[in-house]
């Protein structure tokens, strides 16, 4: 079931009121609509009534793609430094629902989800443009290691982050974004080969590599944000 409830948003340019449909739990499997707009960027988005000022509601919801096998937690990007409680209630969830604890209908359904959680919309859409060109997410944290250690003067702060925003068989599209705005700063495309490489190194990565195992935030920032563990 994909659930809506109305908010409000004050747009920051005129503080008209704006109404927003809040997506409390979306099913792409029901409504392959909904993925399509949160891989578009118009997922819970719209325009000021007034004078046009684009607005977009933050994340805060369970996505669910039982076909794609994603069962994946969208928490607002400010609320980042949360995470390790955030991930700690996400895996009893998930345990409940489809994991360990749940019914066996349940559990059966569930088979071959790596449950996750992110923060922020440029964070859901990475996973999902991740699972739709056949990578590993872990291996793709550690590409982002691999490029944030040999580009000169990466845009690296807290108010950015370096996102997967596209690719093909030939390469990926890397881009740093600001979180609050999503705003493409500067963009990086990445020979695919270079991803098959760290996918394929498992010595060079382990220690790294082994730090995400069995992780629900599947996410560099782990290591830089909240009470780091
Ligand atoms: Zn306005």
Not at 133 to 138: A, E, I, R, S
Request: hydrophobic share 40%; aromatic share 6%.
């Amino acid at each position: 079931m994909s659930i809506f409830h109305p908010a409000t948003l004050i747009c920051p340019n005129c503080s008209t009121a704006n109404t927003v449909e809040r997506n409390a739990s979306v099913n792409a499997d029901r409504r392959p609509d909904l993925r399509d707009a949160v891989l578009d960027g118009s997922f819970q988005a719209t325009e000021c009534t007034k004078c046009g000022t684009a607005l977009r509601l933050p994340p805060h919801l369970t996505y669910m793609d039982l076909q794609r096998k994603q069962w994946i937690l969208a928490h607002e990007p400010d609320h980042l430094d949360e995470w390790p409680q955030t991930e700690a209630a996400a895996r009893d969830t998930y345990a409940r629902s489809f994991g360990d604890q749940a019914p066996e209908m349940a559990r059966r359904l569930g088979a071959g989800i790596h449950p996750r959680i992110v923060f922020g919309w440029m964070a859901l859409r990475e996973k999902l443009i991740c699972d739709e060109l056949g990578l590993d997410d872990t291996s793709l944290e550690l590409l982002k290691m691999a490029v944030m250690t040999t580009v000169d003067k990466p845009p690296i702060a807290d108010q950015t982050e370096l996102r997967l925003v596209g690719g093909n068989e030939e390469a990926l599209e890397l881009s740093w974004v600001v979180t609050a705005t999503e705003e493409r700063l500067a963009d990086l495309s990445v020979p695919r080969d270079i991803y098959d490489g760290v996918a394929g190194d498992t010595e060079a990565w382990e220690d790294v590599r082994e730090k995400f195992d069995g992780k629900l935030l599947v996410d560099l920032r782990r290591f830089v944000a909240g009470s780091v563990a």
